[in-house]
């Protein structure tokens, strides 16, 4: 009896069992996706932090901070924190009235303006402010219609213009949490308040501000964030009027001549820095402002009637901001286009189509530039897909922190840091891996930043999903590969597709990356109209806008009727 017990335990040293097997199989998957998400993002992440303090082996901490000292980066520390925050108020401002009559009143039956007020958001940051300044600039499109105004539309292009920019492209952000917060706040407290002679600036102030604090918070460093990371907006308006940021000053010292990775890693270093202090404080007003507004008893929504001046005023509202955020821009933008010589204006007869044909015709960098996004586009969002995927998996099924971390790490920060680090690695590693300064760097760079979208929305499904389908197929004796080919990946499916259509859709027209790292001579549909504008052939660049809006919509349409379909 001895012996066969020995035997036994010999031999089951020797064959593992199956459920050993998996368990050094799913090791091996977690290891191999942890080194590509070490490549992608640790590695990068911790070189931009590496070149800031240390150059050829040498400590140059003090160096650094001599370097911030300047007086040039301490004002563009100052410019960076005052645009942040005034478009953080400008953007409550914006959303906050938007936000009570879409959850308050009668204006939640208009489902479609939920869509209408995504569109300054869905619009390419750089093609807004392109707009802009051809709309409000000398001789632009608003002295030409309106030429009894004088010099006064160009007063626009300042400190206030650039924060209302940026504002109108971002309160869609605003409006959609305060929105949500004000949804989960019973009407009954309003009522309980009015019942006690509450008047409504008193329940506003003292019942549903209070209440929706927490959320608000959330909203504001999200902005905050998303301004102080925004690089289209001041490359376009803010070095018109000499207001220099820390995405600009980063790319600057990226870019131009004589190159200065040392600062544009230090100044990264300390937007990741501003981030992250904006991230604790947002963190530490939600927790002490934050309430449980869903509870187990139910509530009816009780939306206001609006009538008479007030119903007028809520739609002069809604109408003039549709109107200047989204008309503005668009209609300076295909206006532009259509103009055939640009001293002539809007007159009659100096309209022409010959811009668009000349785009698909007589310019060969305009078509290759079209290639080069399709291409990136469609290439970088099925390999971040896979890696979605499999990321998003190995999180549902192990609750693995490092990876989750690792995946959503790009979402957390600046675009701009990253590409930095991204810069600074693969040029050192040149020598074993020779990706940069190729066009696959930007492949590298764009599955790296969008990764998070597809972790963030295969998990949501993922969480959908009940364990007992799982179970039920490993009863009947399904394998791990078969029941996620057929079980798995079909539930999954929608989720999947949202996370590739717009992780394409954003590699598509993403701007700062291809400026930073893209090879010579390598143009994108993004940098293409920054180039063609800055050149002065401003309807060729503006009819690429249209080209990339239209497309970009176009396909955003088809995917969504195409999941529809499905879900019927």
Known sequence: MPQKSTALSMDSSVNPTAKQKANWGGRGIW????????????????????????????FILMETIGKLMNPQNVQTIVNTLKLSVAVVAGSTLVALPLAYLTARTHFAKYKWLDIVLMIPFMTPPFISSMGWILFTQRRGLF??????????????????????????????????????????????????????????????????????????????????????????????????????????????????????????????????????????????????????????????????????????????????????????????????????????????????????????????????????????????????????????TIIHRTKSKAINISGLLPDMLPSIVFVIGIMLFWNNVHHILPLYNTIWILIVAYVALFLPFTIQSV????????????????????????????????????????????????AFRELVTASIIAPPNTLVVATFIMREFEQGSVSVGMAMAVVNVVFTTTFLILINKFMLKERA
Request: aromatic share 14%.
């Open 31 to 58: 290891a191999a996706t942890f080194l590509i998400l070490a490549i992608l993002v640790l590695l990068p992440l911790g070189m931009l932090f590496g070149r800031a303090i240390f150059h050829n082996g040498d």
């Open 143 to 392: 002295q030409q219609m309106f030429p009894a105004t004088g010099e006064w539309s160009e007063g626009f292009l300042s400190f206030f213009g650039l924060t209302m920019v940026m504002s109108f492209h971002l309160f869609p952000f605003m409006l959609t949490i305060l929105k949500n917060a004000l949804l989960n706040v019973s009407p009954s407290l309003e009522e309980s308040a009015a019942i006690f002679g509450g008047k409504f600036w008193y329940r506003l102030r003292k019942v549903l501000l209070p209440l929706v604090t927490g959320s608000y918070a959330i909203g504001a460093l999200l902005v905050f964030v998303k301004t102080a990371s925004e690089y289209g907006t001041p490359a376009t308006i803010g070095r018109r009027i000499g207001f220099n940021v820390f995405v600009t000053e980063i790319h600057r010292n990226a870019t131009v001549a004589p190159l200065d990775f040392g600062t544009s890693a230090a100044l990264s270093a300390v937007l990741i820095g501003i981030c992250l202090m904006a991230w604790f404080l947002q963190n530490y007003i939600a927790v002490r402002r934050s309430y449980k507004l869903v509870g187990g008893k139910g509530s009816r929504q009780k939306f206001i009637d609006l009538k008479g001046w007030k119903l007028a005023l809520a739609w002069v509202y809604v109408v003039a901001l549709l109107a200047i955020t989204v008309g503005v821009p668009y209609f300076s933008v295909v206006v532009t286009s259509l103009i055939n010589l640009r001293g002539f204006g809007m007159a009659a007869g100096n309209f022409t189509f010959s811009h668009y044909i000349n785009l698909f015709t007589a310019n060969p960098r305009g078509i290759q530039a079209l290639q080069n996004s399709l291409m990136l586009g469609v290439v970088s969002a099925i390999l971040t897909t896979i890696l979605g995927v499999l990321c998003a």
């Open 459 to 506: 998990t949501s499904s993922y969480s959908q999903i009940s364990d007992s389908l799982m179970a039920s197929a490993r009863v009947f004796g399904g394998r791990p590969f078969y029941i996620f080919r057929r079980i798995t990946l079909p539930l999954l499916f929608r989720g999947i597709l949202a996370s590739w259509m717009m992780t394409f859709i954003i």
